[in-house]
Structures are given as C-alpha cells and as structure tokens.
C-alpha cells in the first residue's frame, strides 16, 4: 500500500488524510471559517507524528485543487507545491467533484439506491453549479463522463441519471430539476456530502496506481471559472 497525503482545502472544511500500509487512515476533518491556513500544517505534522513517519518518507502528495472556494484552492494548492518541492516528492491533483464521487458511493444510502450513474452538483456561487455525470464501474472508483461544467441551476442535464448530490441541492433545490420531467425520489438524494481529505485520498490511490502521479511543478488549481466577479452593470443585466 502506498503512502500518500493528501489534503483539502477547496471547500468551507478544512481536511487532512495520511494512508498507511496495512492501517486505516488517519484524518484530521475540520469545519473552518477562515482558520485552514492556521490548521493546515499543524495537522500535517501531528499525522505524520502519530504515524512515526517523515514527509520525505511518503510516496506522494494529493491535493484536492478544485473547483471550490478560491482562496482555499490556492491555499492548498500552494501548500503542497511547498512541501512537495522541499522533499523533492510527486503530486496527485484530484478534483473536488470526483473526490465527493468517490465517497458518495459508500453511502448506505447511494448503496441502497442501486443507482449506476448520477450527477455531483456543487453549489459554485454566483448563481452557478459546478456539475459532472458519473457512472459507476465495477471494481473501479466511478468514472467521469467529460467534463465538469459551471452552467446556472437550471442547466443541469439529469436525463438518465439515477442520483444526485452535493450542495448545490441545498442552495438551489427544485431549480436543478428544470430539465427533467421526473425529479428523483427523495431516497436518491444527498445535499449533505462535501469535498473531505479521504474522497481525495481515495482517487489519489487510484491515480497512483495507473501511474498518473506527476512533478509538482505542472500543479495548477482547477478554476473552471475564469473570471470571480461581476461589475456593477454585469450585475444589473443578470438581475434585470
């Protein structure tokens, strides 16, 4: 089993994970307002100490690089190219929807549903989702169809699609059902499940072993959006 830590810092939580061989994961998970950049380093430090391990001993470094909040993207981001280039270590991006992907399937709830494809939707600000298409795979963490998208709520494309989460059902609820005659049951929804250090740490093992682990110096945050604000005019034409 390989050694790698992986941290999250895209969301309002902030996340630490460390893999072990033959051990559960150790985890550090963490509701924060504005606090990560006090929390981040102090954690990854008390993991490793708990596990009598040296960074420089670890295989690799994920990083949840986004979508997500922007100044925690960049936080995280850069905290790993710091400690990655200090110990000369790879790096393992993983996006944030695919990380939520991964835990959403271990769900009793996912589980009893039967579902095999489904759609993460984040809440991305800006009266916008962040959203992607899932199937699920055997034996295999579930598959991305394409890409992520940012479209407004009522873009979301659930034809097909047997479950959906993630917060964008708690900000934006009825309106992501606009283009589907048949809303989901109640049972094949999750608005509680986020980004956290383990779903990174699950696709980041699954990366490794397709040996899709990389320098740190290509590491970039995953935006989608490129620009973050609106001026007063943008603004008022979006609005009316």
Known sequence: MTRILAIDTSSAWCSVALSLPDAAPLVRHQKVSAGA????????????????????????IAIGNGPGAFTGVRLGVAAVQGLAIATRLPVLPVAS????????????AFISSGAQSFVIAVDARMEEVYWASYKILANQLPQRQGEIHLTPPEALELSNIDFLAGS????????????????LA??????AIGVNALGVLACAEEMWGKGLQQDVHLLEPLYIRNKVALTTAERIQQHG
């Open 97 to 108: 929807l695919d990380a939520i992907a991964s835990q959403l399937v271990l769900t009793p």
């Open 37 to 60: 950049s006090q929390l981040l380093l102090p954690w990854v430090e008390a993991l490793l100490s708990e596990a009598s391990i040296e960074l420089s001993a670890l295989d690799a």
């Open 186 to 191: 109640s049972t094949h929804l999750d608005s």
């Open 168 to 183: 964008a059902l708690l900000e934006f609820g009825d309106r992501l059902f606009t283009n589907t005659s048949h809303p």
